[in-house]
């Protein structure tokens, strides 16, 4: 145990047997409850004052496939935390995995991480005779594993797992854990009691949904009409307007498509003319330039020999002020310059034939373009005209089928409606005309059978024989309670020591006979004051000893009670708690711890 600024508390187990032994109120039978505790038990651990300050509990175990673990849990109760190895308690970290303490858990739980570890799943327990199960928990091992006191002693079956569980579930439990056998396959069958109440709920559902459904149909279908007939019309009208629907549609389609194409050619004929409108513009002024340069290489033709004829004025070919003129031009260089002028004319006059030529091609092509646009708009202007006459054609048939459908809708519905009210009434006769089946007596037994009652009878017998029990009595089952008989006589009829006795030959028996089938077992017996025959009637709180109770005392049982715990001790861990020592060395592998009590002198006190 661990809490915040407590010092840890810890109890060591040897893997043979402990056995913990002092006085009273020094919190031996609380070991038990916190052992059972962490094994998953949901009742929190008792808040005694020692206890206080503390909020952890740990527990640490050998399994035979995880190994070591340590399991964690708040000592408030709740889910439990698993770290894989030996962990110290202030420097564990986080766990592993987190187990639920509820088997029903839709995650991992600690039952099914324990039962894994047994190899046991999936198992099913008959819980009544009518077959209603309920899962096979770790908990119903541990009423086998962990012996209170109280329980110890009590007049009750060692078999009762808890104030709920009942008869028969407990039964079934025992036999499951003697035989490997659980009840999944047994089918379940209701009583006839439930059988008819359950017929009489349903008559009655089915009256409410009866009502419910002929208020509707009278609401909603006046008049009781026939809407088979009414189906097969409105199916046939919709088959009909669905292929004109269609026709119209593929109509609109073929028309969008061609104005689609249309509109297309109609764009690229607009940027052609645009293209060609911006051509004949640079044209046009390519022109100009062509008439400016022949005008001005006439000009020089027409005037260089008049301006070289004998005035002072600049040079006709060259430009130069007369003041900058260091000699004249003769006749000859005038008529070259003229020749060069003619030919640049020339060339020019081509070049600006060859633009007159393609600008008459291009404004032709212009002039083709607009008359083909002009279709091409006289052609859309007629389509959307036929769109415009298609268009509320289709709309209009679209409505009439949405009328329809919704019509049609309505009529399955009714038909739909009407046939639920024939299926009611089918039902409701066949319900009325229920009878329960009886569940034919003796058809299901609970418990183990008479064999195997035997067997486990014999493996208590020895137990007792070995503790050398006054008069080594004859043990049998009683298969009315699952309990053990000595010689005919019940445990309710014996000593509380005694039948502390008797439920311990129990618990070890189902222990070995358990070994002895190779059955799963946790190999784990805790037992809390079996040897209660031995108390002192002076001092404990249960009083004098009842005459078997003095007979068990004075017979030597106690020393041959450790002596076959010390035989047995290699087949499973036994932890017993007492008041008193054991008489003789366990040996090896095992632990004594006594607490002195709250007035006690040396050593531990207790628990905490």
């Known amino acids: 145990m661990t809490g915040p600024g407590k010092k840890l508390v810890a109890l060591t187990f040897g893997e043979h047997i402990n056995v913990v032994w002092g006085a009273s109120n020094s919190g031996k039978s609380y070991i038990v409850k916190a052992l059972d ?104 091992y541990a009423a086998f594993v962990y012996t209170e006191e109280t329980n110890m002693m009590g007049e009750w079956s060692p078999i009762r797992i808890s104030d709920r569980s009942g008869e028969t579930f407990d039964k079934n439990v025992l036999k499951f854990i003697l035989t490997g056998v659980d009840d999944s396959a047994i089918v379940t069958t209701q009583n006839p009691d439930s059988q008819r109440t359950a017929n009489s ?98 000009s020089l033709e027409e005037g260089g020999a008049a301006l070289l004829a004998g005035a002072r004025r600049p040079c006709p070919l060259c430009g130069a002020d007369p003041s900058h003129q260091l000699h004249a031009h003769g006749i000859e260089q005038v008529e070259t310059t003229q020749r060069a002028v003619r030919a640049e004319m020339a060339k020019i006059a081509s070049e600006r034939a060859d633009l007159a030529k393609a600008t008459r091609s291009f404004e032709a092509e212009q002039e083709g373009l607009l008359k083909r646009a002009g279709r091409l708009t006289d052609e859309i202007d007629e389509i959307d005209r036929q769109l415009e006459e298609v268009k509320p054609l289709e709309v209009a048939a679209r409505r009439t089928y949405e009328e329809l459908d919704t019509a049609r809708f309505v009529t399955r519905q009714g038909i739909a409606l009407r046939q639920r009210i024939d299926e009611l009434l089918r039902r409701k006769t066949q319900l009325e005309a229920f009878k329960p089946k009886s569940l034919p007596r003796g058809s299901v037994t609970s418990g183990i059978d008479g064999v195997t009652g035997h067997e486990f009878a014999t493996v208590v017998q020895t137990v007792l024989h070995a ?77 004098e000893l009842a005459a078997d109770e003095k007979e068990v005392k004075e017979s030597g049982l106690k020393e041959h009670f450790y002596r076959f715990l010390v035989e047995k001790k290699d087949l499973a861990q036994f932890v017993i708690i007492e008041n008193d020592p054991p008489p003789i060395a366990l040996g090896e592998g095992s632990i004594v711890t006594s607490f002195t009590g709250s007035l006690g002198r040396g050593g531990r006190r207790g628990f905490y």
């Not at 043990?475 to 008989?485: A, E, N």
Request: with cysteine.
């Open 467 to 543: 503790w050398k029990f006054p008069g080594l009595p004859t043990v049998s089952f009683d298969d009315r309670t699952h309990d053990i008989l000595i010689d005919g006589k019940s445990r309710r009829a014996n000593g509380k020591g005694v039948r502390a006795l008797m439920n311990a030959a129990f618990k070890i028996g189902v222990l070995l006979y358990c070994r002895g089938k190779e059955l799963p077992h946790p190999g784990i017996v805790v037992l809390d004051s079996p040897l209660l025959s031995y108390r002192d009637p002076l001092t404990s709180r249960h009083g």
């Open 37 to 140: 505790f962490m094994s998953g038990a949901k009742t929190p651990l008792p808040p005694i004052t020692e206890a206080q300050g503390y909020d952890k509990c740990w527990l640490e175990l050998e399994l035979p496939l995880a190994g070591t673990v340590t399991l964690e849990r708040a000592m408030k109760g709740g889910d439990f935390g698993l770290h894989l190895g030996s962990v110290e308690p202030d420097s564990a970290g986080r766990p592993n995995r987190t187990l639920s303490w509820d088997h029903r858990s839709k995650g991992e739980s600690i039952s099914g991480f324990l039962l894994g570890e047994l190899g046991v799943a999936e198992k099913e327990i008959a819980r009544t005779l009518t077959g209603d199960k309920n899962a096979f928990t770790f908990r119903h």
């Open 201 to 298: 709920g349903k008559i009655e559902i089915i009256d409410e949904m009866l009502a419910a459904a002929q208020v509707e149909w009278e609401r909603d279908y006046p008049g009781d009409p026939d809407l088979s007939d009414q189906s097969e019309k409105q199916a046939a009208t919709i088959r009909d307007l669905q292929k004109t629907m269609s026709d119209r549609q593929s109509l609109l389609d073929d028309l969008r498509l061609d104005r689609r194409s249309k509109m297309e050619s109609l764009r690229d004929a607009q940027e052609r003319r645009t293209e060609i409108s911006l051509s004949l513009q640079r044209f046009a002024l390519l022109k100009s330039v062509y008439e400016s340069d022949l005008e001005r290489l006439a």
